[in-house]
């Protein structure tokens, strides 16, 4: 049997996944911060709600979908993403829930890429969504919550990148004249971008071959063709946006590899990780996509942030070592006459809220303190025959290895009121 998870995934297990538990956790406060309701969706859905959404010049449709068939014959698909997942169950259940929706999930995704560093094919999400608001205000507060988010995990050296890449009113003209702009450099482009040129020119611009080039950097941008309303949008989006002290860059060749964005596309980009996985939060406004699933017209705007990569930005970084999640007190039993007094004591302090254990089998002194010192245990109490008959442990911190007396009754609140 082999031990190694599959190609592509990674096993979390001690600090890695204290590390990812805390992200999780924190994500969870920033997001009730902002009164977003928690949602959860399937891990698979029906292949046809991202073929839909997600067009045909997508990487994620072509390249990247875990696809298979059900013992019923239906086509599932692990989610690539789940914007469509979540606007999908709200207009399922939008008489309910009114609008605008704010919601969020974590979680994780799929797409079957060649795996590496940061790009793996099972990784984790932290989104936002709001459902029904097509005001710039709601594109400021998405937004916001992102950049407070990486600011609060102590991660500097990332740049917001903003841009407008218009709606069904202008886009279609401003594709017209990209179109008329790129085709005679048509023999300079490789194989992949003269199909986006065909299909989504817009894409042209984020090509890892073409997207560099000269001719490609000096085309049309959809920011100089944008319609009055999208204008008026994104500038209340950067007003917004400079009232709320966020820093941004305006990027007129941002665009977004889904096809149901509209308006205001941004990201935030990592000066500290590798370019091809600097990306670790990206979002934009999706106006389209409601009336993509068969629903009634629904604007919405959102982003998902890469965890996997916020925990490399980190390292990278060199910034706050994630606190393990250990045991505040491991209880040392010397002696059978004591073993009933330890297995009192671990369940006094639990009582009071502070973490403890102790060792499942009666072991020597040293045996123990062993342990303790493996399981990342803060202090140990230890009691032995001397201690039982006085009411007392003697405590030591492990940091240390300084100890004193404390009263056995006395202990929980004690370790109670101390900061970790
Ligand atoms: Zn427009």
Request: aromatic letters at 8%; glycine letters at 10%; a negative charge.
């Amino acid at each position: 049997m082999e031990l190694a998870p599959p190609r592509g995934t990674q096993d979390l297990l001690g600090d890695r996944a204290d590390g990812m538990w805390r992200l999780y956790d924190e994500a969870h406060r920033s997001a009730e911060l902002f009164g977003f309701r928690y949602v959860e969706t399937p891990t698979f859905e029906h292949t046809e709600l991202f073929a839909r959404t997600a067009g045909d010049t997508s990487d994620v449709v072509t390249k990247e979908m875990y696809t298979f068939e059900d013992k019923g014959g239906r086509s599932l698909t692990l989610r690539p993403e789940s914007t469509a997942g979540v606007v999908r169950a709200y207009l399922g259940h939008a008489h309910d829930l009114g609008s605008p929706f704010r919601g969020y999930y974590l979680g994780p995704q799929f797409r079957h890429g060649r795996p590496q560093a940061g790009r793996l094919r099972e990784f984790r999400q932290f989104g936002v969504e709001v459902i029904g608001a097509a005001e710039p205000t709601a594109d400021v507060e998405v937004i916001e919550l992102g950049e407070r988010f990486l600011r609060e995990r102590g991660i500097e050296r990332t740049t917001l990148h903003l841009n407008s890449i218009g709606d069904a009113n202008c886009r279609p003209a401003y594709r017209e004249r990209l179109i008329a702009y790129l085709e005679p450099f048509r023999d300079q482009l490789d194989e992949d971008c003269r199909t986006r040129l065909a299909k989504n020119p817009l894409r042209v611009f984020d090509c890892k071959v073409d997207g560099g080039k000269d001719f490609v950097r000096a085309a049309p941008t959809i920011t100089d063709h944008l319609c009055d309303a999208c204008r008026d949008h994104f500038a209340a989006v950067r007003e917004g946006l400079d009232a709320a002290g966020v820093p941004y860059e305006l990027d007129p060749r941002l665009v977004r590899g889904l096809d149901y964005y509209t308006r205001t596309a941004f990201e935030w980009v990592s000066g500290a990780l590798a370019a091809a996985q600097s990306t670790i939060n990206a979002g934009g406004r999706y106006d389209g996509l409601a009336a993509e699933l068969g629903g009634a017209d629904t604007p919405g705007v959102g982003f998902a942030m890469g965890l996997d990569r916020v925990l490399l930005a980190l390292d990278a970084e060199g910034g706050r070592a994630p606190a393990g999640r250990t045991p505040r007190c491991f209880v040392v039993a010397i002696g059978s006459e004591t073993q009933r007094e330890g297995t009192r004591l671990v369940r006094a302090l639990r009582d009071r809220g502070v973490s403890a254990i102790r060792s499942f089998a009666e072991r020597p002194l040293k045996a123990q303190l062993r342990m303790a010192d493996r399981a990342g245990a803060a202090y140990v109490a230890i009691i032995g025959e001397r201690e039982l008959a006085e009411g007392t442990v003697t405590l030591r911190r492990m940091a240390d290895g300084e100890q004193w007396p404390v009263q056995v009754a006395a202990l929980p609140e004690r370790l109670a009121g101390e900061t970790a």
